[in-house]
């Protein structure tokens, strides 16, 4: 299943902006990621599938976007 | 039952945009009250700014802050705590502005505004909106340093 993700602030910095992955769903993706990027697994971040918060596992329909946010800093 | 659109469009209200770019201009803020002078059934504003500070971590002192967000998420996000603050608080209106690109230290980058018949909601509204805001919308601030080394800021 290829879907897009898109990461912001300390963690962009690490995976890049936006980039396609191949995963069938976010318990595959997070390792593969981890795999790839070895610092992710020190690193806290929140998950948001096309723009909803998700804290479990999540299986992927095509073009799904996961979206890889650290703590918010805002105001 | 046959549902109606009419009334579907009516009861949800459009999402706003609350970013731009750069600092927050303090006549943007002051053109902001004057337009308020029409609504005169307002008898209190509140007001909240932030503004960058020049924090010093380890001898560097931080020039600026860059902000990015997910925007879509954080207008969602937004227009949730809106609809949530106008259901409990009886206001006439709220404005919230938030800075994204470079913001230098002592420029404001973050602006909320109140305003009801009695100062007690506008006050007590004010205050739940930025620590809502700190707490739940996604946006990020880059701590840059005058070495032009960074660091990511958290939220306490």
């Known amino acids: 299943m290829v879907i897009k993700v898109i990461a912001f ?5 690490i995976t890049g902006k936006d980039f396609s992955a ?3 769903d976010l318990d595959t993706l997070k390792s593969n990621l981890i795999d790839q990027f070895p610092i992710l697994a020190e690193r806290k ?3 948001a599938v096309n723009q909803k918060l998700v804290n479990e596992n999540y299986i992927f329909t095509e073009n799904d976007t996961v979206a890889l946010m650290p703590p918010y800093s805002g105001g | 039952m046959a549902s109606s659109p009419y009334k579907k469009l009516k009861m949800s ?3 706003k945009n609350i970013f731009s770019q750069g600092p927050i201009p303090p006549s943007f803020i002051a053109d902001s009250i004057a337009k308020h002078a029409t609504k005169k059934d307002i008898g209190a504003h509140s007001i909240f700014l932030g503004q960058v500070r020049a924090d010093v971590m380890e001898g560097k002192t931080v020039s ?3 902000y990015t967000a997910y925007e879509e998420l954080a207008s969602q996000k937004m227009h949730e705590i809106r609809e949530a603050i106008f259901s409990k608080y009886q206001l006439t209106c709220m404005h919230v502005h938030h800075s994204l690109g ?3 230290a002592g420029e404001i980058c973050l602006f909320v505004f109140t305003s009801s018949k009695h100062r007690k909601m506008a006050i007590a509204a004010c205050e739940e909106i930025v620590e809502q805001i700190k707490l739940e919308l996604p946006i990020w ?3 840059i340093f005058e070495d032009e080394t960074h660091q990511w ?3 306490k």
């Open chain 2, 64 to 66: 600026a802050i860059e």
């Open chain 2, 13 to 15: 209200k459009p999402i």
């Open chain 1, 22 to 24: 191949n995963a069938s």
């Open chain 2, 141 to 143: 601030g880059k701590e």
């Open chain 2, 102 to 104: 470079l913001v230098k």
């Open chain 1, 45 to 47: 971040f929140a998950i």
């Open chain 1, 9 to 13: 602030g300390s963690i962009a910095e």
């Open chain 2, 153 to 155: 800021k958290e939220n």
